[in-house]
Structures are given as structure tokens and as C-alpha cells.
């Protein structure tokens, strides 16, 4: 196995007949193409990215065009957003980034995605060659923040999401489409101190409208 593959954390694999896709882990995750067709895999081209992805969707007939969705960062590796991409290997020594779109992280913000980690919960829909829509289920939070003298501010629910994000992909190109909110307008309690109370105030309000 090529060195550049020994004792790495892999983040995304995709594997096919004589060749297969690789991601690891790091603050530049690189995009490496892999050749099978031998005794022994050789890389065949590699590309440098920033952030990371966690799951990697062939949607092309050729297996040279895919989806990744995982996480973007900054040359640090503090976490901008969660990110779509869509790569093209059609070249296997020389792999390009074609398009990518972030979910950006506001302040004390986060955006994560159960595809993720299940990529049962990732969905595309083909309308054609390398043509069609992503559907995943999406979670945007907006973190509690306190102000000068230590009180909780309220967080406006509706600056939270929770529901499903669906994007089009076409011409290289991803843009989003539109979001199926399923989140439930819970109000805001300000004596809501303690991870424990809100999670009981939650689940009243959802009783209440059950």
C-alpha cells in the first residue's frame, strides 16, 4: 500500500470494480483517487482540500463525478460550516474540487447532518447524468450566550432548524433548493437555567400539543 495511506484516519471511503475514493481526516483533507486494478493499491492522484467529508455518492454512470458531504474548516481546523461537495476524477491523476457549498456556522452557531453518520439518511434523487437533488436531513442550532453579568440571553427559536434541506445539482453546480422545516415552536423560559430543566420544559410543550 502507498505510504501516503499507512496509519491515516479515514473520514470517506468509496470503493468500485479496479479503483476507489479516499478521504482522511486533517486540517487539508486530501481527496485521493486509488488505484485496485494491481497487487497492491497505488494512489493515482490526490487533492488537497480544506475540512473534511464523511460520506462520498457516485452520480455520474462512470463512478468519476461524486457528492461528499462532511464538514468545512479553516486552515486551522476550527469547523467554518457543513458542506456539500462535488468532485470530478474523470482525470484520475489529476482530481478537481468542482463546486462546493458550506452551511455556514454563525456565531455560537452549529449545522450538522445524521447523513453523516448513517448514509441511509442521505438521499439523491437522478435527473440525468451527473443531474439531480440532494436530500438531507439538517440540524442548524444557535447557542445560548449571556451577557455582561452572567444571565442567560434568549435564543429565538426560530434561528434554529431542524427539519430536511433539499439541493440541486447540475452543471457542477450546487445550489440550494429549499428546506421542510419540522422544527416545533417551543417558547423560550427564562428561568430555563439548567440543561436538565429545559429538556423537561420540551417535553411538556410537546405533550401539551400531542
Not at 495511506?5 to 486530501?30: H, K, N, S
Not at 474548516?73 to 484520475?92: K, P, V
Request: proline share 3%; net charge negative; charged share 20%.
Amino acid at each position: 500500500m502507498s505510504s501516503r495511506l499507512e496509519l491515516q484516519v479515514f473520514t470517506a471511503v468509496r470503493f468500485f470494480d479496479d479503483f476507489a475514493y479516499a478521504v482522511i481526516f486533517g486540517q487539508t483533507a486530501p481527496y485521493y483517487v486509488v488505484d485496485l486494478s494491481g497487487e497492491e493499491p497505488i494512489v493515482s492522484g490526490e487533492l488537497k482540500v480544506s475540512g473534511f467529508s464523511e460520506y462520498l455518492h457516485p452520480i455520474d454512470s462512470n463512478d468519476k463525478m461524486l457528492l461528499s458531504i462532511g464538514h468545512d474548516a479553516n486552515e486551522t481546523g476550527i469547523i467554518l460550516g457543513y458542506q456539500i461537495s462535488l468532485f470530478d476524477a474523470s482525470d484520475a491523476s489529476n482530481p478537481t474540487l468542482m463546486n462546493r457549498l458550506v452551511i455556514e456556522n454563525d456565531e455560537n452557531s452549529w449545522s450538522s447532518s445524521s447523513a453523516s453518520m448513517d448514509e441511509r439518511a442521505f438521499r439523491f434523487l437522478s435527473l440525468g447524468e451527473a443531474k439531480g437533488k440532494v436530500i438531507i436531513p439538517l440540524s442548524r442550532y444557535k447557542f445560548q450566550e449571556f451577557d455582561e453579568s452572567g444571565q442567560l440571553l434568549s435564543s429565538p427559536i426560530s434561528e434554529n432548524f431542524e427539519g430536511f434541506s433539499i439541493f440541486n445539482v447540475e452543471n457542477g453546480q450546487i445550489t440550494k433548493d429549499f428546506d421542510i422545516d419540522h422544527g416545533l415552536e417551543i417558547p423560550y423560559d427564562e428561568s430555563c437555567g439548567h440543561s436538565f430543566e429545559c429538556f423537561q420544559n420540551v417535553h411538556l410543550c410537546l405533550t401539551a400539543r400531542s
